[in-house]
């Protein structure tokens, strides 16, 4: 029996991947260039706080259950968190993007960078629909209602039902969240691999 090298260890071969994915000294690095100091390079990491805030709040109200909000003054406080931390999401990736799209952030090598940008944009679009769906109050009946006919009218009424809470809920808490943690963490790790896009035609400094 041979004894197996360091090479061929499985420890090994995730550490070679995540080397491959991120460069040495990317993952969290302790220099930035100078222009980092800008005030548009700020909204990607709010961003994250907000959705870091939306996911601990949200997992909150789901062990609660669906109605436990409108019976409990934690439960309400919990909920208000959650739908502030929303605000800050939403707000903080529209500033992202837009400032990243009149950046051209697609430059050197960062066009999947930007497509999976916009694809959490459009996937939390979605998520704070179902969110709405999901109050278990007048406000949702009246969204749901007025949704109907203009999804029905698409073809996608019987596969994304508004009018079923229960579904809804699941696309809120389950589906929703799962992809856009996959498409985030992907965002992540490419900002990192390939570093923060540029000002169009900026001087290279490190702070």
Same mark, same amino acid.
């Given at each position: 029996?041979?004894?197996?090298?360091?090479?061929?260890?499985?420890?090994?071969?995730?550490?070679?991947?995540?080397?491959?994915?991120?460069?040495?000294?990317?993952?969290?690095?302790?220099? !930035?260039?100078?222009?980092?100091?800008?005030?548009?390079?700020?909204?990607?990491?709010?961003?994250?706080?907000?959705?870091?805030?939306?996911?601990?709040?949200? #997992?909150?109200?789901?062990?609660?259950?669906?109605?436990?909000?409108?019976?409990?003054?934690?439960?309400?406080?919990?909920?208000?968190?959650?739908?502030?931390?929303?605000?800050?999401?939403?707000?903080?990736?529209?500033?992202?993007?837009?400032?990243?799209?009149?950046?051209?952030?697609?430059?050197?090598?960062?066009?999947?960078?930007?497509?999976?940008?916009?694809?959490?944009?459009?996937?939390?679009?979605?998520?704070?629909?179902?969110?709405?769906?999901? !109050?278990?109050?007048?406000?949702?009946?009246?969204?749901?209602? !007025?949704?109907?006919?203009?999804?029905? #009218?698409?073809?996608?009424?019987?596969?994304?039902?508004?009018?079923?809470?229960?579904?809804?809920?699941?696309?809120?808490?389950?589906?929703?969240?799962?992809?856009?943690?996959?498409?985030?963490?992907?965002?992540?790790?490419?900002?990192?691999?390939?570093?923060?896009?540029?000002?169009?035609?900026?001087?290279?400094?490190?702070?």
């Amino acid at each position: 029996m041979t004894t197996p090298t360091v090479a061929d260890t499985w420890t090994a071969r995730v550490a070679d991947r995540i080397a491959h994915l991120v460069p040495p000294g990317q993952a969290l690095p302790d220099r !930035q260039p100078a222009y980092v100091a800008s005030w548009i390079y700020v909204f990607g990491v709010t961003t994250l706080a907000g959705l870091a805030v939306v996911l601990v709040t949200g #997992s909150v109200l789901a062990v609660g259950g669906a109605t436990w909000w409108h019976v409990s003054s934690f439960g309400h406080f919990v909920n208000s968190a959650h739908l502030w931390s929303t605000e800050v999401f939403m707000g903080s990736m529209v500033i992202h993007l837009w400032g990243k799209f009149w950046m051209a952030a697609w430059r050197g090598n960062r066009a999947l960078t930007w497509i999976t940008g916009v694809l959490a944009f459009v996937a939390s679009i979605g998520a704070a629909f179902t969110g709405y769906l999901s !109050q278990t109050n007048l406000d949702s009946q009246w969204i749901s209602t !007025q949704a109907k006919d203009g999804l029905n #009218s698409i073809g996608v009424g019987a596969y994304f039902n508004v009018l079923n809470p229960g579904q809804m809920l699941m696309w809120h808490i389950v589906l929703m969240p799962f992809f856009i943690g996959v498409i985030t963490v992907m965002h992540i790790v490419l900002v990192r691999r390939h570093g923060v896009v540029p000002p169009i035609d900026a001087e290279e400094g490190v702070r």
